[in-house]
Structures are given as C-alpha cells and as structure tokens.
C-alpha cells in the first residue's frame, strides 16, 4: 500500500491548482493566522457567514465552544427559498452533538427542539441525536419513544438502522428487520459478528462480513471460514464478492483461487493469473493466462495477459504472445515492442533489436514506453560521460513522452546536465519547466533549490521553520448525498462514514469521484493508510474518461489537501521544535513512513507513525532517561522518532538526504555509500542509492516535504501561483 505508483500530469491542471489554492490560503490568513501548523483562532467576526461554523470544524469541542453559543445567540435560523442552511442551525447541531460527548443531555435537548424544521438536510440525523440524548439522560421512556418515531418517519433512511439496532437489544426482531433492509450498514456488520461468535456456521451472516466489512479488524478470518466451511454453497457471485475482498486485503493467491469459482469475465480470469503470479505461482499463473487468452481473445485484459504470459514463457512462444499483442491491442503493443527488443537482444539479435526500438520510436512515438526507452538511452550516454547526448534524449523524451514515469525525472536532468555543459539559461528553462509541467513531484522540489526558491536544500532544510496555513474548512466530497455531504463537513467523521456504506454500492468499480470520496471518509475515521492510498491510486485510472475526470479533480485544492493531511500535529510541532527539526520535515516522514498509522507493525516490528524498532526505541529511551513507554503510544513515538531523526542528522553534519537515508537503511549503509560513491553532486548520489527502497523512500520523504511547501505555505504558494502566471505569457520549455 506504500509503493510509489505512476503519475501524470497535466501542466495546465497541475499548476493551475496553485492558482486557485493561494485564494483558500489568503482567505485563510484573515480567518486563521500565519505560524506553523496554526489552527483557527481569533474574533468571530463572521457569525452570519454560511461558512462561519464550517471553519470551526478543526477546533476542539472544548476551542469552538464559546464560538458556536455565540453563533446561535447571534439570531433565529429559518429557512430560505433557496434552501441555504443558516449558520445558527448549523451551530445547534455542532453544540449539540459536542454536548452529547461531554456526557450533557439536557443543553443538548434544548439545543435540538424542533431544529429538523430550519435544518431539513439532516433531519433524520437530529432525530438520531435526540434519541441518544434522552438515553444519555436515563430517561428510557423518552428514549425509546424518540427512537420509535425516527423509524416511523424515516422508515427507508440509513440512521433507521440505528433505531433498529437500538431497540433490537430489547427485541430481537429488529435486529433481524435491520439486517434485511441494511445489510450494509455498520451495524448489520456489528450484529453478524456478534451473532457468528455465538454460532459460527450461519454462512448467510458471514457473506454480510465479506460484503460489507473490509474494515473489520478479523475480515481474513471471517472469509477463511466462509471458503472452508460452505465452499460448495457458495454461488459465482458470492465468489465474486469473496475474491474482491481478498484482492483489496493483498491476499492475491487466495484472491485468485476465489476469482477462479467467480463468473467467467476476461477481468475475472486476469485477475486469477495476476493473483498467482504475485503470490509466486508461476507455472499456475502461465495456465490462468494462457486460459485467458484462449477463452477471452478480444477482452480488454488479454493484452496485458498477453504481456504478463510472455514474461512467464520461453523466448520462442513469448515472440509470438509478443507479436500478437503489437497486431491486435495497439494500447498495448508500445510495451510489447520494447519488451520484444530486449528479448532480441538477450538473443543476440542485436540487429533486429535496434529496428524493432526504431519502430517503437516511430510509430509509437509519444507512448510511454516509448519515453522509458529514451530516458534508458540518456542514462546510457550520461554513464559514458557524454552529457551532450544525454541532453539531447532527455529533451525528446519531455518534448514527446511528457506523461511518461520517466518525464519530471528527465525534465530535471535536462537542467543539471544543461549546467554541467555551461548552458545556464537552459539549465533555467528547464527547471521552471520540471516546476511548471510536473508540480507535485520530488524533481519540481529539486528544480526550485536551483531556481533559488527559500524551500531549503539537503543541507539547510532541517533548520528551516516554514510557515504553514491550514485551509480554513473541509471539502466537499465529490460524491455521496447531500446529508453525507454536510455531516463530512460539519466533522462528523463518523456518522458520514457511516452513511458512505450504505450509500457506496460500486466498490469494485468506482467512479473517480466515488473513489475520492471513501479515501476522504476512510481519513476521516483514522484509516489513513487505505484513505490516502484510494485517493492516491487515482492517478492509475486509464480510461479516457476516467482520466479526464480525474485530472479536472486535480485541479481542486480539495485533492492536494487530501493527499497531505496533517493528523497528530500538536504532537508532532511538539516534539519537532524540542529536537529543532523542521516540522514539514518530520511531517513528511510520517506521512512515508507509517501514513500517521500509530499502531501499524511492519512485518520486521517498527511500530507507530515514526515506525520504530523495538531494539531502537530501548536504546534511544536509556539515552533519554525514558523508563516508561510504549511505541503505540502517539506521543512516545514521536518523542523517540524525532531523537534519532536528530541523532542521524548529528551524524551526517545536517545533510538532510544522509540523515533520512540512515533513518531508512541504518548507518552501516550510508558509511558504506560514501566510501562507494562520489558526493561531491548529491542528485547524482541519490541515484546510486543500491537499495531501491531506500532511494525511493529519500525522495518519497522529500517529494512529501515539498507538497506540504506548495499546498500550504504562502510563500511557496505565491511563488507558484506567479511561475504560472509568467508561463501564461512565455511557456518554458526544457
């Protein structure tokens, strides 16, 4: 789920989302301050503002409480013929439901009399709180008559299902009403669980969990049962579900089995010899394929089975897979050429090999491969020191193949080697162009360390204290309801995630919007790992629709914001100023290392955001005198991470890349670079990098830092927000 996955980028879309961002930010700035990681604070100025409660959200109940009683006293709230949602009722329901947490039932109640009357929007969702206001008073009678009437007004609505859950512990025959009419909702979930510890073999229970209940925390567990015990029960469909659930947990091998018993669809048999060869099955997974291509030979998939086969197969057959590929699915025979060239070659037809590379950079002349191959050659060149030809591929490949992976990194070699042959102005272009073309990526940070932008070198970013403004309110999400909508906004994470299982039938096949939109609601609820990566992955997407939409959402500040959250930040400021680390910095390596998951284990043990060591986390304690702690713990992780991202740094003089790569691979594996490799160009050193995980988690870590810079820091943001605006009337180019 960390893997780094491919990006393109459109240049007027992925600049212009500085232009419309450094609005939010300015407008931010009156609402919020300027400082490091500062929240909202200051005079309500603005308590007849539509927005004016939204922009508490990120407050504490405790902060925003004076504010909201300030809000509702301000005036009466009533609706309006364009059903705007007054700030006062907004500001009701807030309290309210910070008042049934506090455990205060009766301000709550006085708060919500008849508020579903100004506040239609979520009127199911007041008569939910009411509800469980009167239980928090211990008034039962009141409680069960406020549940009663929410299902009777809101029979069809998912907060039903919380009145059914309700009053099934009194009466069993709700529970089972519940089930059958939200078999999605959390607590049809809660419930089948409940009711399989007390008999396990109820396999109408146990598909509700593998439909419905990625999250749960057993998931494995509960599907492993259903396989085992009702295998022959089970229907296609059922095995559909079940293999979707396999693939979304990364079990690929059991994954494919279940996709294997699934309908017969070319996807579904890809997915089963996909499945098997990422868990190293591999006579298996040729069979799957060669069944795909003989079963589904016009499907969609069997061009990319076709690839896949010949990689699995002997040189002879593979030509043939390889050939067919280029004559039938010309989305995919790019790939296929450079993959028969290098077969050519390992067979010794040097000849044929160049002709069919030839051929690739011809007819396929602004593919993606046809840009891999040309950074291959310019790497090739830059080897044998002939910086001039390494240029000249470098160019062709941003001037041709700009959506390639390859293309920020060429962009900004494109400058360095510029540099190095005494073309400075080029070397200039160049870099604006990798900042301009490719803004989120590692190489548009690099770009701007040379442009001379205050963002901070390898060497002077741990002393920086870069000023960052949140946004002053949350997105919208681009999908789901209007309730869902305002409950997210409102901060009522919970409740809207909630209300996204019921409302969220595609999973297997979302829209781009969809899928947004659970990364926003899974964030929402803590699970930051599987949230970013289901915003993040949205870069994948292929299908010409699906990539239009997709890059019109990058352009929404919203996206960015997304991508880069800042949970635990007290903690994180905290602990960062006691070391004198730049803040953004630990930040980012937060967000590479563990995706502010604080109880997440890597298989080798680190544990928490910073992902500790056991081993390292006893030997930092003892340094610090720390007798007591634990590597779950938010605020002890922290406090032990940023020690040793500290002690790194002591020990690389301040180098930044050095100290991070350390805190990835350890000192014996930086010392050991050093005496290897020549550091007198640290950009050249970072692609010497031996261990593909540590030279990708250096610029992982530093691409973060730079996102954190343009997305919120108004000086960066400016910066961007005016390159854009001198592109407009002279584009650079490379």
Not at 26 to 32: N, V
Not at 409 to 429: N, P, S
Not at 632 to 641: E, F, I, P, Q, R
């Amino acid at each position: 789920m960390l893997k780094r996955r491919k990006t393109r980028v459109s240049v007027l879309i992925g600049v212009s989302v500085c232009v419309m961002a450094i609005g939010s930010l300015l407008a931010a700035t009156k609402w919020m301050g300027i400082g490091p990681f500062q929240k909202a604070s200051g005079p309500l100025d603005a308590a007849n503002s539509e927005s004016s409660v939204k922009m508490l959200v990120s407050l504490s109940p405790s902060e925003r409480s004076a504010k909201l009683v300030e809000i509702v006293a301000s005036g009466s709230a009533t609706t309006n013929p364009q059903q705007q949602i007054s700030p006062q009722s907004r500001a009701r329901y807030l309290l309210a439901s910070d008042l049934i947490q506090q455990g205060n039932a009766a301000k709550a109640l006085t708060l919500l009399d008849k508020l579903e009357q100004e506040y239609p929007i979520l009127a199911s969702h007041i008569a939910a709180k009411r509800a469980q206001a009167y239980q928090l008073s211990g008034d039962k009678g009141k409680a069960e008559q406020a549940w009663q009437e929410l299902l009777k007004n809101y029979p069809s609505d998912p907060v039903a299902a919380e009145a059914l859950y309700v009053l099934g512990k009194s009466k069993p025959e709700y529970w089972q009403q519940l089930i059958t009419e939200f078999p999605a909702h959390p607590r049809s979930v809660e419930i089948a669980l409940r009711k399989l510890k007390e008999n396990p073999n109820q396999p109408e229970l146990m598909l509700i969990v593998a439909k419905h209940g990625h999250y749960v925390k057993d998931y494995g567990t509960i599907l492993e049962q259903l396989v085992q015990r009702n295998s022959t029960a089970l229907k296609p469909e059922d095995w559909e579900e079940i293999a979707f659930g396999y693939w979304e947990k990364q079990d690929y091998g059991k994954g494919a089995m279940a996709y294997g018993k699934a309908p017969r669809t070319g996807r579904n048999l890809y997915r089963k010899a996909r499945g098997l060869w990422l868990d190293g099955k591999i006579p298996e997974s040729r069979i799957a394929y060669q069944e795909l291509v003989r079963d589904f030979p016009d499907s969609e998939d069997t061009g990319m089975g076709l690839i896949r086969l010949s990689r699995v197969s002997d040189p002879k057959d593979a030509m043939v897979y390889l050939d067919r590929v280029i004559s039938k699915f010309p989305d995919r025979a790019a790939e296929a050429l450079l993959d028969k060239s290098q077969l050519l070659d390992k067979a010794g037809s040097g000849q044929s090999a160049s002709e069919t590379r030839k051929l690739l950079l011809t007819k396929y002349n602004n593919s993606d491969k046809a840009g891999e191959l040309r950074w291959t050659i310019a790497q090739q060149y830059a080897k044998g020191a002939d910086l001039k030809s390494a240029w000249q591929w470098a160019r062709e490949l941003t001037t041709n193949n700009p959506d390639s992976e390859q293309a920020p990194e060429a962009a900004f070699w494109v400058g360095k080697w510029a540099l190095q042959l005494g073309r400075e102005q080029d070397a200039k272009t160049a870099f604006e162009y990798t900042i301009l073309r490719y803004p989120e990526s590692y190489f548009a940070w690099r770009s701007a360390v040379f442009l001379g932008w205050p963002v901070g070198d390898f060497t002077t970013v741990r002393d920086l204290s870069p000023n960052v403004v949140r946004p002053p309110q949350r997105p919208e999400p681009t999908a789901g309801s209007p309730a869902l909508k305002e409950l997210y906004q409102l901060g009522q994470d919970r409740d809207a995630w909630t209300l996204w299982q019921i409302e969220f039938i595609n999973r297997a096949e979302p829209t781009i919007a969809q899928q947004f939109t659970d990364g926003l609601m899974r964030v929402g609820v803590g699970d930051n790992l599987d949230g970013l990566w289901m915003v993040g992955s949205l870069r994948q997407r292929e299908q010409p629709d699906d990539r239009t939409e997709y890059l019109a959402l990058r352009q929404q500040p919203a996206y960015w914001q997304a991508l880069y959250p800042f949970p635990y930040l007290e903690t994180i400021v905290k602990w960062s100023q006691e070391r004198k680390i730049n803040s953004v910095l630990v930040t980012a390596l937060i967000r590479q290392e563990s995706r502010f998951m604080p109880q997440i284990k890597s298989v080798v043990g680190a544990t928490g955001l910073m992902q500790v060591m056991p081993e390292t986390g006893s030997w930092v304690a003892e340094k610090i005198g720390l007798k007591k702690y634990s590597l779950d713990n938010v605020d002890d992780n922290v406090k032990l991470g940023t020690w040793y991202l500290d002690h790194t740094h002591d020990e690389y003089k301040n180098n930044s890349m050095l100290a991070v790569a350390s805190y990835n691979a350890g000192p014996n594996a930086v010392a050991d670079w050093l005496k290897r490799f020549d550091f007198s160009d640290p950009d050249a050193f970072a692609e010497k990098i031996p261990f593909p995980e540590t030279k990708g988690y250096v610029k992982s870590v530093f691409e973060n830092y730079w996102n954190y810079l343009r997305i919120y820091n108004p000086e960066v943001n400016q910066l961007m927000t005016e390159h854009y605006a001198a592109s407009q009337k002279k584009a650079p180019k490379p």
